[in-house]
């Protein structure tokens, strides 16, 4: 059932059969109609009501449901809504309209290294990336070593993040939101960033958390062999519309002929 105003509903415990639930869901964005250079030109634009938006449509009426313990893909081009979607279930954004529905604690990898301070060091990012995630400066006193360790950035522990590599921020991002077990994990082009060598750590302890754990995983990933290889069920948003929903293999393939 649709409703005439949003709504994201958490519950903190794994409870009942799903994870996640999106119910009838569609997000608008409001965007200006043309370019505004400075606060100044934006206030006076709005006092003379000369200030107009339009509305652009990221996700239209989209509703499916996952399991726990299982791993979901979402698949579809850049502009798509995927990562609108993410953003949703980790409770960023609230919907338009439509129910957004969480059971269990989630750890979100979307936009890797958000919320880092460029000129701290390593050291001091890891503490207040941490706070931000929620966890309590003891409890990351505690994991600490195991942050730096799967980081392996020892050696530059102490430099500004400012002479980080992408690939390097990563590595830290990374380590520090895997470093609980979380319910749900949602994962976004997590794996597209780092070298080689890396890609593989991050995707071994991700299937550590599936079948050791029996995390659900929302994974996200412009590779559809990624997607084919870890996910059991997927889902396929072109413009904001479903397109398919079912299991991953057969997703995926209508996906890769769709662009043949």
Same mark, same amino acid.
């Given at each position: 059932?649709?409703?005439?105003?949003?709504?994201? $509903?958490? #519950? %903190?415990?794994?409870? =009942?059969?799903?994870?996640?639930?999106?119910?009838? *869901?569609?997000?608008?964005?409001?965007?200006?109609?043309?370019?505004? @250079?400075?606060? !100044? +030109?934006?206030?006076?634009?709005?006092?003379?009501? +000369?200030?107009?938006?339009?509305?652009?449509?990221?996700? #239209?009426?989209?509703?499916?449901?996952?399991?726990?313990?299982?791993?979901?893909?979402?698949? =579809?081009?850049?502009?798509?809504? !995927?990562?609108?979607?993410? !953003?949703?279930?980790?409770?960023?954004?609230?919907?338009?309209?439509?129910?957004?529905?969480?059971?269990? #604690?989630?750890?979100?990898?979307? +936009?890797? =290294?958000?919320? &880092?301070?460029?000129?701290?060091?390593?050291?001091? @990012?890891?503490?207040?990336?941490?706070?931000?995630?929620?966890?309590?400066?003891?409890?990351?006193?505690?994991?600490?070593?195991?942050?730096?360790? &799967?980081?392996?950035?020892?050696?530059? $522990? +102490?430099?500004?993040?400012?002479?980080?590599?992408?690939?390097?921020?990563?590595?830290?991002?990374?380590?520090?939101?895997? *470093?609980?077990? %979380?319910?749900?994990?949602?994962?976004?082009?997590?794996?597209?960033?780092?070298?080689? /060598? /890396?890609?593989?750590?991050?995707?071994?302890?991700?299937?550590?958390?599936?079948?050791?754990h029996n995390t659900t995983v929302l994974f996200v990933s412009h590779s559809i062999k990624q997607v084919e290889r870890m996910c059991k069920h997927a889902i396929w948003i072109e413009k904001g519309v479903t397109q398919m929903l079912g299991e991953a293999k057969e997703v995926c393939e209508a996906y890769k002929n769709s662009h043949n």
């Amino acid at each position: 059932m649709k409703t005439p105003t949003g709504k994201y $509903l958490f #519950n %903190p415990e794994p409870t =009942g059969e799903y994870a996640v639930r999106v119910s009838d *869901v569609t997000m608008m964005f409001n965007m200006a109609g043309e370019q505004l @250079n400075s606060l !100044k +030109e934006f206030f006076l634009k709005a006092v003379k009501r +000369e200030l107009f938006f339009k509305e652009f449509l990221a996700l #239209n009426d989209v509703s499916f449901t996952i399991r726990h313990g299982d791993v979901f893909g979402l698949v =579809g081009t850049n502009g798509s809504g !995927k990562s609108t979607m993410l !953003k949703l279930i980790a409770g960023v954004l609230d919907p338009t309209t439509g129910i957004c529905e969480v059971n269990g #604690n989630i750890a979100p990898l979307i +936009e890797l =290294g958000a919320g &880092f301070d460029m000129q701290l060091s390593a050291r001091e @990012n890891i503490y207040l990336n941490g706070a931000l995630l929620g966890y309590s400066r003891d409890f990351i006193q505690a994991h600490f070593d195991e942050i730096v360790d &799967f980081a392996e950035l020892w050696d530059f $522990l +102490e430099l500004p993040l400012k002479n980080y590599s992408s690939g390097m921020v990563a590595r830290i991002a990374f380590a520090i939101a895997t *470093v609980i077990v %979380p319910d749900i994990l949602i994962v976004d082009e997590t794996l597209s960033v780092g070298d080689m /060598f /890396f890609q593989e750590k991050c995707e071994a302890r991700i299937n550590s958390l599936i079948h050791e754990h029996n995390t659900t995983v929302l994974f996200v990933s412009h590779s559809i062999k990624q997607v084919e290889r870890m996910c059991k069920h997927a889902i396929w948003i072109e413009k904001g519309v479903t397109q398919m929903l079912g299991e991953a293999k057969e997703v995926c393939e209508a996906y890769k002929n769709s662009h043949n």
